[in-house]
């Protein structure tokens, strides 16, 4: 067999991994007997998307296949597919059918001059995320709010390489950490979708993989997010808890960056103890500016 083309390959990859979550009570099927398999069997997917297992097989296996868009259609039925994940669903296989990559745009990712404008002028943290989610820039409140970013190297400064990083973040037994990380997750898999072999995403991936049992599960969940928001609980020794909301705002580009917002409700404790520890933040960076050998706290982990 050839080497399978890498879009096919991760379309594959994604139709197993959304295959083995369904269990045949969930798709009005008798289980049967005892089952080797976690999930739906081939076959049985097959069945219930109308195409001959041997078809799907090849396309799971991503082998020379290029499904219709019928075939499409009727797997995102069969699969139970909300509409990110069927959007997902036909950016690979579509990208699959082409014999000759697309040429992609691997130029290196700048934030244009308005953004950074943009940037410094918010009263709120903020920062701007690249496609691989990189840390391309942020203000003067995201650096009060998650620490210094410029005490690490440029190519450590990406979001899941910080939260996969144990030396960075205390709070692996925090309830909302694995939600976090499969949106990180999630939207890195968007930008797979893209450009499977980019070797920044290659790099990433990679390294993850290796060293994060973690990762290696999330992984290969093959959750795909094309933008996240929630809220998270900060925990600053100098002012306490602070609550924010968070937010992703695409930017312009194909693909482009994202701003990453954080909030507090107007007049509420925690915008007080945002503006206070601004405050802090600002009487260091006075203060360090005088005597140059003071540095401030390095970056806290990612939100």
């Known amino acids: 067999m050839n080497s399978p083309h890498p879009y096919a390959r991760e379309l594959g990859d994604f139709l197993r991994a959304r295959r083995s979550r369904l269990r045949p009570q969930d798709v009005g099927l008798e289980p049967g007997g005892r089952r080797k398999v976690t999930g739906l069997r081939r076959e049985e997917l097959a069945l219930l998307a ?5 078809y799907y097989q090849r396309i799971e296996q991503g082998r020379e296949v290029r499904p219709s868009d019928d075939v499409l259609d009727a797997l995102a039925g069969a699969l139970g597919l909300d509409d990110q994940e069927r959007r997902h669903l036909f950016t690979l296989a579509h990208a699959a059918r082409r014999s000759l990559p697309v040429r992609v745009n691997r130029d290196p990712e700048r934030v244009p001059v ?26 003067p409140m995201a650096r009060a709010l998650l620490g210094d970013p410029d005490a690490y190297p440029t190519d450590r400064l990406n979001m899941l390489l910080l939260l996969f990083d144990d030396t960075l973040t205390g709070e692996r037994s925090c309830p909302d950490w694995e939600r976090q990380a499969l949106d990180y997750i999630g939207m890195m898999r968007a930008a797979v979708a893209a450009d499977p072999t980019h070797p920044r995403a290659t790099a990433i991936v990679g390294e993850l993989s290796i060293r994060s049992a973690e990762f290696r599960r999330l992984w290969a969940q093959h959750d795909v997010r094309e933008s996240v928001s929630g809220t998270k609980t900060f925990r600053v020794p100098e002012v306490g808890d602070i609550v924010l909301d968070w937010d992703t705002y695409p930017l312009p580009g194909n693909p482009g960056p994202v701003m990453l917002v954080f909030t507090a409700a107007p007049g509420s ?4 103890r945002l503006q206070l520890l601004a405050s802090m933040q600002a009487t260091r960076a006075t203060l360090a500016n005088k005597h140059p050998s003071k540095t401030g706290r390095t970056i806290a982990g990612p939100p």
């Open 50 to 54: 109308g195409l001959s297992t041997d």
């Open 114 to 139: 308005s953004t950074r404008r943009l940037l410094r002028v918010m009263d709120t943290p903020a920062v701007v995320l690249g496609r691989h989610l990189d840390l391309l820039d942020w203000n």
């Open 269 to 272: 404790a925690d915008a007080d």
